[in-house]
């Protein structure tokens, strides 16, 4: 009790009456503000808090312990600025010191923390929290370090993860969380990425950095429209942001581009429609999935062309890029089929199947694998030399030609390895035209139906019969008389 008679006298000489009930008010609103920070109401702290303050403004405590507040709001450019006037009324205020250091260091001014961390130290030097909190400044320094690095080489995976390591510390950081959502972008995470920026929105709606990573969500979604248009609020907010106007310059550019190959397709040149396809592709290789649909354009292009290699490279480029993109799985499986490469045909369209159910899809799969289980089987009417469309007459034509220019007899005098050849072409020759002469066997073949379920058994099949039967028997033929007709 004589203690506090001798402080209250003595605040009374040193302050005046006026003074001291003031100051005595200013203990009582900090003492309430303790109360509620303990009970972690810190919006009542923060309250009663700046009471004290408004009493007595020179106090450097109670701008130390609204700071405290403010962090625990998550507040830290306001509770900086309250610690630095801490700093500013009593250098030698250690918590204020910390404090100071501690925003700097979530907002992610690493150099600024340690300034303030180093003093700490030279006032305590054994003081263990700023000790540890040097490092953590020095940790954070080394991770902008490497991700910047990263960023030159394009290893955006290792920027995202300096990043991450980063705000573990720097956590309240926009400049980290924006640099990370910009890689995220380049790598595809589109929703990471735009999640990131969209909770920066939230809290300040006019960040140009968030609204351009933003834009660059949409426009590597190929929402190109609506892309420039954050862009564009980017650059009313910040001019000189030189990314928003580049990505704003290749959005334009490119959108223009593709529209005019598309123009050019429409009305049926084709190779004009290849070249801007081409120069769109050139704009910017960051954006892969209008560059896959432009690859796939140009596949489409490629097939009316008939450069169907050509086009089927562009539709694997166009995968590469998107694996997701089933129109360029369609296109590539009918130029597939297109150049009888079934079995990378069913590939694709099992593919497309396993994605998207649907009855077309069904049916171009069944399609594929009916041309396939086709291709694997003696080829007929290649073996005869004629069309998939060849007459009766031609089919006959074909076989007396085959079938004399392979006949045993006329092969005779050959070696045995080149009569054996001889024979089984002139089998071949005779087993095709039994099939393709016959309407119902032709049929069940060119529907890839199996010949056996009609009761032919190639196995058993003698050439020799169908040849004496197309001409007329033993004495119809002679090789003496027609060899140089053959």
Do not use: W
């Not at 923060?46 to 020179?58: E, G, Q, R, V």
């Not at 993860?161 to 980290?176: E, P, Q, T």
């Not at 950095?209 to 862009?231: H, M, N, P």
């Not at 040849?467 to 004495?475: L, M, R, S, T």
């Amino acid at each position: 009790m004589r203690a506090y008679q001798r402080a209250t006298a003595n605040s009374l000489a040193k302050f005046g009456p006026g003074k001291h009930l003031a100051r005595l008010e200013a203990e009582s609103f900090k003492e309430q503000g303790n109360a509620f920070y303990v009970k972690k109401d810190y919006a009542e702290a923060f309250n009663y808090y700046t009471k004290a303050i408004d009493m007595c403004p020179k106090n450097a405590s109670y701008y130390g312990n609204r700071a405290a507040t403010l962090m625990m709001l998550c507040r830290y450019r306001d509770a900086l600025e309250d610690c630095q006037q801490a700093v500013r009324l009593d250098n030698t205020f250690i918590k204020g010191h910390l404090r100071e250091g501690k925003c700097h260091l979530l907002l992610g001014n690493a150099m600024a923390a340690s300034r303030c961390f180093q003093r700490v130290l030279e006032l305590e030097s054994d003081n263990s929290q700023a000790q540890q909190e040097v490092k953590n400044a020095e940790s954070i320094l080394e991770y902008e370090r490497m991700a910047e690095i990263g960023f030159e080489k394009r290893d955006f995976r290792m920027v995202v993860f300096c990043m991450d390591r980063a705000l573990d510390s720097a956590s309240a950081c926009h400049k980290f969380k924006i640099l990370k959502a910009e890689c995220l972008a380049l790598l595809g995470r589109y929703p990471e990425a735009q999640s990131v920026a969209s909770d920066i929105l939230r809290m300040d709606s006019t960040n140009a950095d968030a609204l351009y990573v933003r834009g660059l969500c949409l426009y590597y979604e190929d929402c190109i429209d609506k892309a420039v248009q954050f862009f564009v609020q980017a650059l009313r907010m910040a001019p000189d942001h030189d990314k928003a106007r580049l990505a704003c310059r290749n959005a334009k550019a490119l959108k223009a581009k593709k529209e005019e190959g598309n123009k050019a397709f429409k009305e049926g040149n084709y190779e004009a429609a290849c070249e801007l396809y081409s120069e769109a592709l050139t704009i910017d290789p960051n954006n892969i999935k209008t560059n896959a649909k432009l690859y796939c354009n140009r596949a489409t292009v490629g097939s009316k062309l008939k450069k169907l290699e050509q086009a089927i490279e562009d539709c694997t480029k166009a995968i590469k890029l998107d694996e997701t993109y089933i129109k360029a799985y369609l296109r590539r499986a009918q130029c597939y089929m297109d150049t009888e490469q079934y079995e990378e045909a069913v590939r694709d369209y099992e593919k497309v199947y396993q994605t998207e159910k649907t009855k077309e899809h069904k049916q171009l799969l069944k399609n594929s694998q009916l041309e396939l289980k086709k291709s694997k089987r003696k080829d007929y009417y290649k073996i005869l030399g004629v069309d998939k469309n060849a007459t009766e007459e031609e089919i006959k034509k074909a076989y007396r030609k085959r079938a004399l220019l392979h006949h045993p007899d006329r092969h005779s005098g050959a070696s045995a390895e080149v009569q054996k050849e001889e024979e089984k072409k002139f089998k071949e020759v005779g087993e095709a035209f039994s099939v393709l002469s016959d309407a119902k066997k032709k049929s069940r073949y060119d529907t890839g139906q199996d010949l056996e379920d009609d009761g032919m058994n190639m196995g058993d099949f003698d050439a020799n019969n169908i040849f004496k039967a197309f001409f007329g028997g033993p004495g119809g033929f002679s090789f003496e008389g027609n060899i140089c007709s053959v």
